[in-house]
């Protein structure tokens, strides 16, 4: 006996919109980052201006005065460090044969074709930090973004209602805020975090005298925002360089990593992050994985703030089955 199937216009009307929904979003996936970060940035930058707009600030001025602040303090900071960051990096770059030389004298590494190749690393490195931060429309693009999702944020509820009406608004915002303060919280303490990783590296390295100090904690501090891996990849060319000197020197940087990193793990994350996000070392790993095999570094980076969202999302879907 044969069991006939009969589908339903409706059915095949939705799958194929649902399939051009799918081709859709993949091609506006660029775009669709773009925002994702924008609101990041937003979820951060919004109690700042927020607070402003409560002293009689405009909010436009809030935002504007935010921007210039931010970006002041970037530009100030990349001044005083560029220069020694830049002569640093070059001296490494040039020095690291003999460093490997020293270390593995029974290897049989042409060492001179080897300096020649990595002495214009060396010399270019600013050419090549530019060439990938440089994308002047999309740095442009995200930063228009931000403002505007910080201008329109406070009309966002009666945007919204115009849509789906008041009752699913209010809901809709509540989901909204509670998302916002967890990935603004996130963003926050992940910079305190990278401001003090990076300074207690950089402090130790030059108490143990280990050359190129600036560009090895500027390494440390910046990885600091890929949890549990970062730490560990960052001790790895300090480690190399102090080698280069005395294998006590490298015990001494080994030392240093571990102290740093047993601060961070049992002092300085609690104390910076006990009202924030406190996803669990395993899904923390799981969604670093997860996220760098979906998009490479920038999935890794964003994988923490994706769970978040997921995470309320879930919560209030079971709160609301109850």
Same mark, same amino acid.
């Given at each position: ?6 589908? +339903? &216009?409706? *059915? ?11 081709w859709?979003?993949?091609?506006? @996936? ?9 609101? /990041?940035?937003m979820?951060a930058l @919004?109690? +700042? ?9 405009? @909010? ?20 005083? $460090?560029?220069?020694?960051?830049? /002569?640093?990096s *070059? &001296? ?9 030389e %020293? ?11 080897? +300096? ?10 600013? %050419? ?10 999309? /740095?442009?693009?995200t ?11 406070? &009309? ?8 789906v ?5 209010? %809901? ?5 805020? @509670? ?12 910079l305190?975090?990278?401001l ?10 030059? =108490? ?12 440390a ?14 001790? $790895? ?9 005395s ?7 080994i ?5 740093? &990193? ?10 910076v ?7 669990s070392?395993?899904? *923390?790993?799981?969604?670093?994985m ?19 969202? $997921? ?6 879907? =079971? +709160?609301?089955?109850?």
């Open positions: 006996m044969t069991t006939k199937i009969e589908i +339903s &216009h409706k *059915t095949i009307i939705f799958t194929l919109v649902l399939l051009a929904a799918i859709f979003v993949w091609l506006i @996936r660029d775009i669709l980052l773009f925002l994702f970060i924008a609101f /990041i940035v979820s @919004r109690p +700042s201006v927020d607070g402003l707009e409560k002293r009689k600030m405009p @909010r436009f001025l809030a935002i504007l005065l935010l921007y210039v602040i931010v970006f002041g303090v970037i530009g100030l900071s990349i001044a005083g $460090i560029i220069p020694s960051l830049i /002569i640093q *070059t &001296h490494l770059m040039q020095d690291l044969p003999k460093f490997i %020293r270390m593995l004298p029974y290897w049989n590494l042409n060492l001179n074709d080897w +300096s020649r190749q990595l002495a214009p690393l060396g010399q270019n490195l600013v %050419r090549m930090t530019i060439n990938i931060f440089s994308n002047v429309i999309t /740095i442009v693009t930063l228009v973004f931000v403002f505007y999702f910080l201008l329109e944020r406070k &009309h966002m509820k009666q945007t919204l209602a115009g849509f009406g008041d009752a699913a608004s209010v %809901r809709i915002m509540l989901v909204l805020e @509670r998302i916002e303060n967890r990935l603004g919280m996130w963003v926050q303490g992940q305190i975090l990278m003090i990783i990076g300074i207690m590296t950089y402090a130790g390295l030059l =108490l143990l005298k280990i050359d190129f100090a600036l560009p090895l904690a500027l390494f501090g910046l990885l600091e925002i890929v949890p549990n891996i970062g730490p560990v990849i960052s001790a $790895i060319p300090a480690v190399i360089v102090a080698l280069a000197t294998p006590v020197a490298a015990l001494t940087v030392a240093l990593f571990i102290f740093v &990193h047993q601060s961070e793990n049992n002092f300085i994350v609690p104390l992050m006990k009202k924030s996000v406190g996803l070392p395993l899904m *923390t790993i799981f969604a670093l997860v996220g760098g095999k979906l998009a490479g570094i920038a999935g890794a980076v964003l994988a923490v703030p994706v769970v978040l969202i $997921i995470q309320e999302l879930i919560s209030v879907i =079971l +709160s609301s089955k109850k």
